[in-house]
């Protein structure tokens, strides 16, 4: 029996209602993603000057002090003569305004055309779940879920293996390769725990900065932005 007029529209309303009512859903569901949040917040990173073809590496925007900064390792921008910062579909020039070449940090400011969304820090802990975005020239953002196994007070040489310091890291479980460094390593809840730093050649771990000490170090850049400068990014390694 086919229906009439009647129940016909009213079907179609109430299709309609729902198919309207999902779309909310979705989009309160991407808006408060915590997932959605991290990869926006993760970014490229490429830095030229030391040889012929170009260095990268990821960052990812840190909200501080009610600022937005995009963090990555020192050595990957060390030496560089121009550092460029690439978003979904941008790419955009920095200022270094602080490179730590004990802890292996660097701290970008952007120009005021790239704002994202920065994440929050958070302390690490041990057996906690966590996930590695790992941006590439060429697949984009990666995503490896991992485990913190143990957090680390790390006796290591700088990255110019000129002086010994100390480090508060920590240890994941997963395959890190080479370029992977300036990784966040983010919680459940889009916080960065950490930045990836190096990797295991005998096991599956890789080896993260924890956030504190990033915390430590972007205290040291003025809040005021007139009082910054660019910061010196060393030699090349």
Not at 19 to 48: F, H, K, M, Q, Y
Not at 161 to 188: C, L, M, N, W, Y
């Amino acid at each position: 029996m086919q229906p009439g007029p009647a129940a016909t529209g009213s079907r179609c309303w109430l299709v309609g209602f729902l198919g309207v009512l999902a779309a909310l859903v979705v989009s309160g569901c991407a808006a408060d993603d915590p997932r959605s949040t991290t990869i926006g917040a993760t970014v490229g990173i490429e830095a030229n000057g030391c040889s012929m073809v170009s260095e990268y590496g990821t960052g990812v925007a840190v909200n501080y002090r009610g600022e937005t900064f995009v963090v990555t390792s020192a050595h990957t921008v060390a030496g560089a003569r121009t550092i460029t910062v690439h978003d979904a579909d941008q790419t955009h020039p920095v200022t270094v305004v602080a490179f730590d070449p004990d802890r292996d940090i660097a701290v970008l400011e952007t120009t005021g055309v790239f704002e994202p969304s920065g994440l929050a820090l958070a302390d690490p802990q041990t057996g906690s779940r966590a996930t590695v975005l790992v941006w590439d020239p060429h697949q984009g953002i990666t995503h490896l879920p991992t485990r913190i196994s143990r957090l680390l007070r790390v006796t290591i040489e700088d990255i110019y293996v000129e002086d010994r310091v100390t480090r508060r890291a920590f240890e994941f479980d997963g395959v890190i390769k080479p370029g992977d460094s300036g990784a966040p390593v983010v919680d459940p809840e889009g916080r960065i725990l950490g930045i990836v730093y190096a990797r295991s050649r005998s096991r599956s771990v890789g080896f993260a900065i924890s956030a504190p000490e990033l915390g430590d170090l972007l205290d040291t850049v003025p809040s005021d932005p007139a009082l910054r400068e660019p910061a010196s990014v060393g030699r090349c390694l």
